[in-house]
């Protein structure tokens, strides 16, 4: 199992939803997201909404309260346990970011069995408010892929693993993913390497 990098999209693969649509349904801010959304690329919108939730009031740790409510399905943790004891390499490749990713992880108690998480980059200011920023610098360093988000192509990032694995010996890929965004990444696999669509979740 040494030779196994396992890559997991994480909303509604590891999680049963979508972490952003949770947010913002569950913080009330669900018809300004929907107004919103037309006019600017996902990312962008998630941003925005962070900056209209510090405004009404929301703190950090109200959004780490609604992060840990998450649904998630119990035996995909107990999955993702049991592949890493057995010397799988898990990692996350996901469109979501890393606030709410480790939020998440760390309160499912297995953060520590993934290697690595790429995701859209965030901080939090000294006011408290969270800043979400695209994977990619939009301006300098657009990736050119027309399947995927303007900030985040997942096949760069497996591209990556995949030379990582070259030079550590690695010999087989397993991604697990769920919808349109893990169309492109899949792609990428080669010869003995699987991709694991979830059931019953269309694009």
Same mark, same amino acid.
């Given at each position: 199992?040494?030779?196994?990098? #396992?890559?997991? +999209?994480?909303?509604?693969?590891?999680?049963?939803? =979508?972490?952003?649509?949770? #947010?913002?349904?569950?913080?009330?801010?669900?018809?300004?997201?929907?107004?919103?959304?037309?006019?600017?690329?996902?990312? %962008?919108?998630?941003?925005?909404?962070?900056?209209?939730?510090?405004?009404?009031?929301?703190?950090?740790? =109200?959004?780490?309260?609604?992060?840990?409510? #998450?649904?998630?399905?119990?035996?995909?943790?107990?999955?993702?346990? %049991?592949?890493?004891?057995?010397?799988?390499?898990?990692?996350?490749?996901?469109?979501?970011?890393?606030?709410?990713?480790?939020?998440?992880?760390?309160?499912?108690?297995?953060?520590?069995?993934?290697?690595?998480?790429?995701?859209?980059?965030?901080?939090? +200011?000294?006011? /408290?408010?969270?800043?979400?920023?695209p994977y990619v610098d939009l301006?300098?360093?657009?990736?050119?892929?027309?399947?995927?988000?303007?900030?985040?192509?997942?096949?760069?990032?497996?591209?990556?693993?995949?030379?990582?694995?070259?030079?550590?010996?690695?010999?087989?890929?397993? @991604?697990? /993913?769920?919808?349109?965004?893990?169309?492109?990444?899949?792609?990428?696999?080669?010869? /003995?390497?699987?991709?694991?669509?979830?059931? =019953? @979740?269309?694009?």
């Amino acid at each position: 199992m040494a030779g196994i990098v #396992v890559v997991f +999209d994480f909303d509604k693969t590891i999680i049963d939803v =979508d972490s952003d649509n949770w #947010v913002v349904d569950e913080l009330g801010v669900t018809d300004l997201f929907n107004q919103l959304l037309p006019t600017m690329p996902w990312n %962008s919108l998630m941003d925005r909404m962070m900056t209209e939730l510090h405004v009404a009031g929301t703190t950090i740790e =109200d959004m780490e309260k609604v992060l840990k409510r #998450v649904p998630i399905h119990p035996r995909i943790v107990q999955a993702i346990k %049991s592949a890493h004891a057995l010397g799988c390499d898990l990692r996350v490749v996901s469109d979501a970011n890393v606030f709410f990713i480790e939020t998440i992880l760390k309160h499912l108690g297995i953060r520590h069995c993934f290697s690595e998480v790429n995701t859209n980059p965030c901080y939090v +200011d000294e006011e /408290g408010r969270l800043h979400i920023l695209p994977y990619v610098d939009l301006q300098t360093s657009p990736h050119g892929c027309n399947l995927c988000p303007p900030n985040m192509c997942k096949s760069m990032i497996i591209e990556r693993i995949q030379a990582t694995m070259a030079k550590e010996g690695k010999k087989r890929m397993i @991604y697990l /993913g769920d919808g349109i965004g893990d169309f492109c990444p899949s792609l990428k696999l080669g010869e /003995g390497d699987f991709v694991m669509p979830r059931k =019953d @979740y269309p694009a």
